[in-house]
């Protein structure tokens, strides 16, 4: 589950839920440069038998948009997650060259990406994304995956990834209401990762 939250650092123990849940998650931090009024961080909430770790590239930070990457170990191969978030106060052309910096450093490390979030980069219609990141998709053979509204009439919150993965039953679903966003919820394929068994000698 990838979620925005509004959890500041102050708060220690997010990261330390306990089993049969595992979370990360990543205070807001470009409260001084984009002077936003809120402070969103991002989260990602799994079952603990996932194996998550953070994974930390040497690009420079953006100042459109945020990630939170992390990699699941417990596949075969590894699967590399980066957790969105671009502010609608943004520049779109300059996020979108950002956003090729940072896919160039995350494709160069990674053998499977899946990017999700709030891009905030609605098309000219209610089922597709604005051009110049589909140009940008396009470049790296990534496939955008969700095709209808995620908040009024506007697509925001994407489920992308490379053709080494596989996506299916991707929904957008009200959710009760809950958020001014529509949860989006979709099938990834990933093969468990097989540790054989350790041979043991006794006496």
Aim: proline content about 7%; some cysteine.
């Amino acid at each position: 589950m990838f979620l925005v939250t509004f959890l500041t650092s102050h708060i220690s123990d997010v990261n330390q839920v306990r089993p049969p849940i595992g979370c990360w998650h990543d205070p807001q931090r470009l409260e001084r440069t984009l002077l936003l009024s809120s402070k969103q961080g991002r989260c990602i909430v799994h079952r603990s038998s996932i194996t998550v770790r953070p994974l930390q590239l040497t690009t420079p930070t953006s100042a459109t948009f945020e990630h939170q990457l992390v990699r699941v170990t417990s596949s075969t191969p590894a699967v590399t997650i980066a957790n969105t978030y671009r502010p609608p106060s943004t520049s779109i052309p300059q996020f979108c060259n950002d956003l090729t910096d940072f896919l160039t450093a995350a494709a160069a490390v990674s053998q499977r990406l899946l990017i999700c979030g709030d891009l905030n980069c609605p098309g000219t219609d209610s089922f597709s994304i604005d051009h110049r990141l589909v140009a940008v998709f396009d470049m790296f053979g990534i496939v955008q995956h969700v095709k209808h509204p995620t908040r009024l009439d506007n697509l925001l919150d994407i489920v992308a990834c490379d053709s080494a993965l596989s996506v299916r039953d991707v929904r957008v679903d009200d959710a009760g209401l809950v958020s001014d966003h529509r949860l989006v919820v979709a099938e990834v394929l990933a093969s468990a990762r097989y540790n054989p068994p350790v041979p043991l000698k006794s006496r």
